[in-house]
């Protein structure tokens, strides 16, 4: 334990004022049950979507552990209770973190009891009241691929674009400040990069934010202890500079497996016609006028998202591919191809047990509620400006199956994505693959190499109706993805390299003595 931090003769008190971006919607669960929603969100007095400290409290702590404990151990500035007979005693928090609060489309945090009507008329926070709270809808795959049985559920969030804000108190000695602004450049930093993520569902594109204002305010103590009681309110203004404008622009590079997320961008244009989810809330403009006045059954997912103008939010939608949709997709087809490569075929009824390997890339949830987080970030995908797209609306009808003949009162239309393209964004933490209880031996990252590769080349589909030719893509930069997969391969091989290493490492001992024997 580093026992130069004391809390005797503590003679600073920093507030440090963060604000962060959504930059992907955000499911932070309060975890209590609702008749409205599956999982409804963490909300404050005002019945506004906030961020409770006890989650950015272990969020950055989480990070931190990893990051910075061996220079500022976690310990000194989060706390501990001990645990068996380390023989020492508790110690609390040194960092008190607020609640972070939601900001109007007047770009200010609302800390402070507003009436309900005062809330409605606001253009960007009236939408997140009750009944109106966005939800995804999702539903759980089995081994077949095909939907299981009730288990079908949603999840509210709060849109990407959002702002919210809140306050870190420190109090501590003077000897101790170069050691604080060290780590405290380094969270913000993590920040920035995305490094941190919040609430649930982060493996499938939810939870990604970035800080746009951190400002700190030192306070001398005890001669102006005064000043605390002014600079409560979130919207007191901090005369010091902008934190974030100081920091570097991208995360430092490194070589080290352990230490770099792999980030992966390949952009991608459809060839033809191509539809995620269903349901959008944007009414899709119909090429075909004389069926101007029929709103289609089926529409592309769309999603609101707040932009911000000039110190102003607006509320604006777009479409966008879940990252649970392509995420599945890359899933399935990833076990394909590690099952290729090591030529394990399917048994003889066709059913097979999901393999540990995959499941350590994309994570795990069991029948009985166990399951274990993934280490592969998929983010949401949204059209790419560079793509031009249109609508087309299709109108279909359904099959009796026993005559063949069309369903008396069966007809159905959908709106249809017409070429277009997006940007496929995942993360790969090398963490967990090389965690000893990981069954990670890099070959699954060389099939999803082959599954990435599948997509970009119109073999694997995206979205709905695959069997009819719609959802296939390509690449647009044939060279760029080469090299991005080429990095995901390359950090296989380095992962297996290493597993034979620690294998040889293991053995070598029980070589040498029968060998002497």
């Known amino acids: 334990m580093n026992t130069a931090i004391s809390a005797h003769l503590e003679n600073q008190l920093r507030l440090l004022r963060v604000t962060l971006e959504l930059t992907s919607p955000l499911a932070l669960a309060s ?27 272990g969020a950055m702590r989480a990070w931190w552990r990893t990051q910075l404990s061996a220079a500022h151990p976690d310990q000194d500035w989060f706390g501990f209770v001990p645990t068996g007979d380390q023989g020492a005693a508790a110690q609390r928090s040194r960092l008190h973190i607020s609640i972070g609060h939601i900001h109007d489309a007047k770009n200010q945090p609302v800390d402070k009891p507003v009436a309900r009507p005062q809330l409605h008329a606001d253009p960007i926070l009236g939408p997140l009241l009750g009944a109106h709270m966005p939800v995804r809808e999702h539903v759980r795959l089995n081994d077949r691929g095909a939907a299981a049985d009730t288990a079908k559920f949603d999840r509210s969030h709060v849109p990407a674009g959002h702002r919210f804000t809140f306050q870190i108190q420190l109090r501590l000695r003077t000897d101790n400040a170069a050691s604080w602004e060290a780590a405290r450049n380094a969270l913000l930093a993590a920040l920035k990069n995305g490094d941190i993520m919040l609430g649930g569902a982060t493996r499938t594109g939810l939870g990604r934010i970035t800080v746009k204002e951190a400002r700190e305010l030192l306070i001398k103590l005890p001669a102006d202890v005064e000043k605390v009681s002014a600079h409560q309110s979130l919207t007191s203004s901090f005369k010091a500079p902008n934190l974030v404008e100081t920091l570097p622009p991208t995360r430092p590079a490194t070589q080290a497996v352990p230490d770099a997320p792999l980030e992966i961008q390949l952009e991608l244009a459809a060839r033809d016609l191509w539809r995620v989810g269903s349901s959008g809330v944007e009414t899709l403009t119909m090429t075909d006028d004389s069926q101007a006045d029929r709103q289609p059954d089926t529409q592309p997912y769309s999603e609101h998202w707040v932009n911000w103008i000039n110190g102003q939010g607006k509320v604006e939608t777009r479409k966008i591919v879940p990252g649970a949709g392509i995420k599945g997709a890359l899933a399935h087809r990833t076990t394909f191809h590690l099952n290729r490569r090591s030529g394990r075929w399917a048994t ?51 099959l009796d199956r026993f005559t063949g003949g069309a369903w008396n009162g069966a007809l159905f239309s959908e709106s249809l994505i017409s070429k277009g393209g997006i940007l496929l964004r995942l993360r790969v933490s090398p963490q967990r693959l090389l965690a000893p209880s990981s069954p990670a031996t890099g070959a699954e990252l060389l099939a999803l190499a082959d599954a990435l590769t599948d ?8 979205g709905a109706g695959a069997a009819r030719g719609l959802g296939r893509f390509q690449f647009v930069n044939e060279q760029a993805a080469k090299k991005a997969l080429a990095d995901l391969e390359n950090l296989g091989n ?20 029968q060998a002497h024997a």
Do not use: M, W, Y
């Not at 975890?31 to 006890?54: E, K, R």
């Not at 380095?494 to 003595?513: F, G, H």
């Open 31 to 57: 975890g209590d049950s609702s008749g409205l929603f599956d999982s409804p969100c963490a909300v404050d007095a005002n019945g506004l979507p906030c961020l409770p400290g006890t989650s950015l409290a």
């Open 348 to 398: 003889q009824d066709g059913e097979q047990a999901p393999l540990s390997a995959v499941t350590a890339l994309f994570g795990q949830a069991l029948d009985d509620g166990s399951g274990h987080a993934g280490c592969v970030h998929v983010s949401d995908s949204v059209l790419l400006p560079t793509q031009p797209s249109g609508i087309q609306h299709q109108p279909h009808v359904r």
């Open 455 to 462: 997509l970009g080349q119109g073999r694997l589909s995206l």
């Open 494 to 513: 380095k992962i297996s390299t290493q597993r034979a290493q620690q294998a040889n490492t293991t053995a070598q001992p029980t070589t040498q003595v």
